[in-house]
């Protein structure tokens, strides 16, 4: 396989905004392959496949080419690594000029190399994955999270079944997919596939969802006719899924402060035939205020670290620190107190994060028990997932009750 010159620019060029900029890996890659509609189907993989691999790999392949961070042709550096791993001649570029393909050590010696080098980790992430879990059961969870995520669709129950949509797929489009028992609305495709052009996609049958992520909707136990308050809704994902499970009877408020969520979450409630989500601005105090102890149910999916769904963004390693963590924290907590005061007596509030850490997920909810907004709720269950476990991306969730 031949690797052309525009198609290295492409993937040195994401890799620049991404781990040196900090920008958002999905959208920058995105707004990449956007730029570039010229580009073959088969330039458009490698694109992909090399930011995804390389951002996921950077410091195992610094450590495999000797690589000079500060050097000005680092990101072309860590493409020569990659292109060398995949048993491809390196190209007679002046860019790659620094690398000698002798000195490149593509199989690092697993005995003698520190996990976090073969694992490819910041250090203070490591040292946190070890004094959490352990050196066993971090190894085991951190190769999980640096393998690729299975693709998983969640069947919308409003207008489709899991069996018609799964003999759909089969049929019409040659996808296979299976079910998991555990989870009803789930189904795994056999591969990775653009799906989102398709009719099916477009008349609101399905939606991509992680596994664990459909878990959250079913922890929360929503029923028709209750009033539920979904405090920080994004694009909308655990929205629809309780819209679903309360089979369209309700109210659902789906609240975020971003414009630009709150647009995507309007066209997604469209699109599955959702009648029961009211989209409103998270800065809108005054709204807030009229909804005290009105809610049967508030879903928190808190902002944190992402460092559960490493599979999908491991960009999310590099950009986040201890200090940007705590940050999250005081937020996590903030949004906590906050939301508790819509909960109606008797309602139940659950907290939900894609982080597999303590300090994000059961520190946070005994603090919050603690604290004076807390005391009239009780703990009456929570979950961590593990994905090496699950085979799902990493979330934590609790559910608390109000006393009546």
Known sequence: MKLHRNTALGIVQGLEQ??????????????????????GSRDRKWVGEGVLEI?????????????????????????????????????????FSELDSKKITLDLDPKSTPLKIL???????????????????????????????????????????????HSFLKTKHQIESTFIAALPEALVLSKHQ???????????????????????????????GMSVLDACAGGGGKTLHLAALMQNQGTI??????????KQLEARVQRNGVTIVRVENTDDDAFLKTQKET???????????????LRRNPAAKWHMTPKRIEELILLQQEILQTYAGQVSKGGSLVYATCSIFPEENQNQVQNFLNSDSGKDFQLEKEETFLTHTTQGDGFYMAKMAKSS
């Open 55 to 95: 951002v996921r790999w950077q410091r195992k392949f610094s450590e495999m080419g000797s690589l000079d961070p500060k050097s000005k042709f680092y990101f072309w550096n860590l493409l020569g690594v990659w292109i060398l791993s995949k048993g491809i001649t390196l190209p007679e570029w002046d860019e």
């Open 194 to 224: 653009k799906l989102t052009h398709t009719d099916a996609y477009k008349k609101g049958w399905f939606e991509i969802q992680d596994a664990n992520s459909q878990r959250v909707a079913h922890f929360a136990d929503p029923k028709p």
């Open 18 to 39: 991404i781990l040196q900029e900090k920008k958002a890996l999905r959208p920058t890659l995105n707004q990449l392959l956007k730029q570039n509609r010229k580009w």
């Open 295 to 309: 809610a049967d149910l508030v879903l928190i999916d808190a902002p944190c670290s992402g460092l559960g769904v």
């Open 119 to 165: 694992e490819s980790l910041p250090d203070w992430l490591d040292d946190l994955g070890v004094r959490t879990f352990g050196e066993t059961l971090w190894k085991k969870e951190i190769q999980s999270l640096n393998t690729t995520a299975p693709l998983v669709l969640r069947v919308n129950t409003l207008k489709t079944t899991p069996e018609k949509l």
């Open 253 to 262: 408020v789906a609240m975020d402060p971003y414009e630009k969520k709150i």
